[in-house]
């Protein structure tokens, strides 16, 4: 197992546009979360998945993102109508439980023009 | 309402000196706490973690203090290398919470 994975590393969208992104965990990992980054910020959170289930919603996450983890194993992340201010680092993390580590993929840079 | 805070924008550090890194937190609940290294462009990348039963946790050339009292904790680079260069984050955890992030602090390790 190579890491948590995401697709695609960078997308440019016009505003408007709906994107989807997608992060593959690591394999025995039960935890996947998505953290949304930006510029002189520490990642914040999103929303997580303990298997495919979606336990919490940050009130980052408005109505226009959505989140799936279909079988406890890929999650996609989809922004709607995307707006300049989507326009982020958005990373995907996952984990074995709750309070043990969590890692990180390389993320995927949206930029919305 | 900053959970967790780094006041550190920037650190610089002189090569083989030893780097000190500082993280307060507010939440009395918050039982595990991590550090993080990252590099631009790329995921944050896991380094040491500990949670609230110890008070220090060290792995090779990196060491994780922690004061519950203070509600404060430093990680320890010694000896500091130019590699090391990069933003670290802390960040913390308690039973089910996801992970809450500070701001990061970046660190210059100068040859």
């Known amino acids: 197992d190579t890491g948590v994975s995401q697709d695609p590393r960078h997308k440019i969208t016009k505003r408007g546009q709906n994107v989807t992104f997608r992060c593959d965990p690591i394999?025995?990992?039960?935890?996947l979360y998505w953290y949304r980054q930006t510029l002189g910020q520490g990642p914040e959170f999103l929303t997580y998945?303990?298997?495919?289930?979606?336990?919490?919603k940050s009130r980052l996450l408005s109505d226009r993102f959505s989140a799936e983890r279909p079988k406890g194993s890929f999650s996609t992340l989809e922004i709607q109508r995307t707006e300049q201010g989507d326009s982020a680092m958005y990373l995907c993390?996952?984990?074995?439980?709750?309070?043990?580590?969590?890692?990180f993929g390389q993320g995927t840079r949206l930029t919305v023009v | 309402d900053q959970q967790v805070k780094q006041n550190s924008p920037s650190l610089s550090v002189q090569e083989g000196r030893i780097s000190i890194l500082n993280c307060d937190y507010t939440n009395s609940m918050f039982d595990y706490f991590l550090w993080y290294k990252k590099y631009p462009a790329e995921g944050p990348t896991f380094l040491i973690s500990?949670?609230?039963?110890?008070d220090k946790n060290e792995d090779g050339r990196f060491t994780v203090f922690l004061n519950k009292s203070a509600k404060h904790l430093s990680l320890h680079i010694v000896p500091s290398q130019p590699g090391d260069s990069a933003v670290y984050f802390c960040?913390?955890?308690?039973?089910?919470?996801?992970?809450?992030f500070g701001k990061g602090t970046r660190l210059s390790v100068i040859a």
């Open positions: 960040a913390a955890s308690s039973g089910n919470t996801p992970l809450v």
């Open positions: 993390a996952s984990s074995y439980s709750a309070n043990t580590e969590a890692f």
């Open positions: 500990i949670s609230s039963i110890k």
């Open positions: 998945f303990q298997n495919e289930a979606q336990l919490e």
């Open positions: 394999s025995e990992h039960n935890r």
